[in-house]
């Protein structure tokens, strides 16, 4: 079982940044670690993914060209910049991975979570 631990979020201002960080439990590489996040009152929604290489990434409509997601494989971190913010960006913040998360947007394609992490932006 993979624990997933997410930091960085707390409260950011529009237009502002903030960065988020997940670090595995253990060293398993799956081939794919992604971003959801649950804004209040809604369902879990997918914000991006990449790859095991770090070379192909995929985004949502709605932060392509604000997010950049990366991941460093030497500290097996993935991170998830978050630049222009706005309000609707609050939401939890959930990394996930899995062995059938091939740069996939569904939830189910996903078998590890982390507990998530709160940002809040304010306007």
């Known amino acids: 079982q993979v624990q997933l631990v997410e930091s960085g979020g707390g409260l950011g201002q529009a237009g502002g940044s903030l960065k988020l960080t997940c670090t595995p439990s253990?060293?398993?590489?799956?081939?794919?670690w992604g971003w959801f996040r649950q804004p209040p009152g809604k369902e879990r929604e997918f914000v991006a993914v990449?790859?095991?290489?770090?070379?192909?990434?995929r985004y949502a409509d709605s932060v392509k060209g604000r997010f950049t997601i990366s991941r460093d494989n030497a500290k097996n971190t993935v991170y998830l910049q978050m630049n222009s913010l706005k309000p609707e960006d609050t939401a939890i913040y959930y990394c996930?991975?899995?062995?059938?998360?091939?740069?996939?947007?569904?939830?189910?394609?996903?078998?590890?979570w982390g507990q998530g992490t709160q940002v809040t932006v304010s306007a």
């Open positions: 996930a991975t899995g062995p059938r998360a091939t740069l996939g947007a569904e939830l189910e394609q996903y078998d590890y």
């Open positions: 253990s060293r398993d590489s799956f081939s794919s």
């Open positions: 990449v790859s095991l290489s770090g070379r192909n990434t």
